[in-house]
């Protein structure tokens, strides 16, 4: 009986631990946003048949002034309960299209970039007029802009639809990401406006030595591919998992075997003027 109270208050330290971590954490996203601590990772996306560059995934970085970098995995939801998402998210957004106008400015060759939107940003009203500015102050064509949608936000709002057809009717691209994760339904396949569904990278992780996986992985490209829509891969790691995807007609794919996130320097100096003709690293 001694030990289970201990082993109680053993557990209820840690969970204390970490409320008072993400209260902390909290606090500091609002003080972060005010002081620039926020930059841009931004992770190539590859067409799997000419190995050439299709589009960027922007992923925001936080260092932290006192704990250093901290993964979006743990801010995102924490900017998302307190409601600095709007905020967070709106600064990517528009930093993304000003970085991909300078990036076209400075002759790069032109690709989509792809930012995350998070429930709470899709489910403010005004949304559309946000994304709209963000394409006008950076002066970059809508069609040069993805936006990425997990099934739960699409699931979570009642409009989804409405905005969804506003943002194409805008130009911009549409996808779903880490789709097969959510509560997904094949109606939001026929339902929703959407170009390109992203495998997520639970599926791919396994793909040569897990034969569901294989045959999940493979059912979700043919599909795409019958529905024409764009397929995305994510999270891929090795050679083999690059080979499997091309036999299976998958079109695009994203992850370390052929580059993690980088910050911009690193993509201008991989694909600027005087390299166009540069694959990817691994090659
Ligand atoms: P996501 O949108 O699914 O992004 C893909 C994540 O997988 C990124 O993690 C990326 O660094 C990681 N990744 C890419 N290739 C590989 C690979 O080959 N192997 C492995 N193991 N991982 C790979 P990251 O940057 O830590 O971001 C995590 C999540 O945080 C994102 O998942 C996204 O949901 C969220 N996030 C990141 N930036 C933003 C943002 O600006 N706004 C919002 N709302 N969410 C964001
Ligand atoms: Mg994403
Ligand atoms: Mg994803
Ligand atoms: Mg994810």
Redesign the pocket.
């Known amino acids: 009986k001694a030990r289970g109270k201990n082993n109680f208050q053993f557990f209820t330290k840690e969970i204390n631990q970490s409320i008072l971590r993400k209260s902390k954490l909290a606090i500091d996203l609002r003080k972060g946003l005010e002081h620039d601590e926020f930059f841009?990772?931004y992770?190539p996306q590859i067409d799997l048949k000419t190995e050439q560059l299709v589009g960027l995934?922007?992923?925001?970085r936080w260092n932290h002034p006192e704990w250093g970098a901290i993964?979006?995995?743990e801010f995102?939801p924490i900017a998302e309960d307190t409601g600095s998402?709007v905020q967070?998210?709106e600064y990517?957004l528009r930093q993304a299209c000003l970085q991909n106008k300078a990036w076209q400015r400075a002759g790069l060759p032109k690709f989509r970039v792809a930012?995350?939107?998070?429930s709470h940003?899709f489910s403010q009203s005004n949304l559309t007029e946000t994304v709209h500015a963000a394409l006008i102050d950076s002066g970059l064509e809508p069609r040069y802009l993805e936006l990425?949608l997990t099934e739960s936000i699409i699931q979570s709002s009642s409009t989804a639809i409405a905005t969804m057809n506003e943002l194409k009717t805008m130009g911009v691209y549409l996808s779903i990401?880490?789709f097969g994760t959510g509560y997904s339904s094949l109606r939001y396949l026929k339902l929703f406006p959407i170009d390109t569904l992203?495998i997520?990278?639970y599926f791919i992780r396994n793909i040569i030595t897990d034969l569901k996986d294989a045959a999940l992985v493979a059912t979700i490209i043919r599909m795409a591919n019958d529905l024409q829509l764009n397929v995305i891969a994510?999270?891929?790691?090795t050679a083999e998992q690059f080979q499997f995807l091309k036999q299976k007609d998958c079109n695009q794919a994203?992850?370390?075997?052929f580059n993690?996130?980088l910050p911009p320097t690193e993509i201008e100096r991989l694909y600027g003027p005087a390299h166009n003709t540069q694959s990817p690293s691994h090659s």
Not at 115 to 118: A, H
Not at 254 to 257: E, L, R, S, V
């Open positions: 841009i990772h992770q995934e922007a992923l925001v993964s979006p995995a995102i998402i967070l998210g990517v930012v995350n939107i998070s940003q990425e990401d880490d992203k997520d990278q994510e999270g891929v790691e994203q992850g370390y075997y993690r996130p």
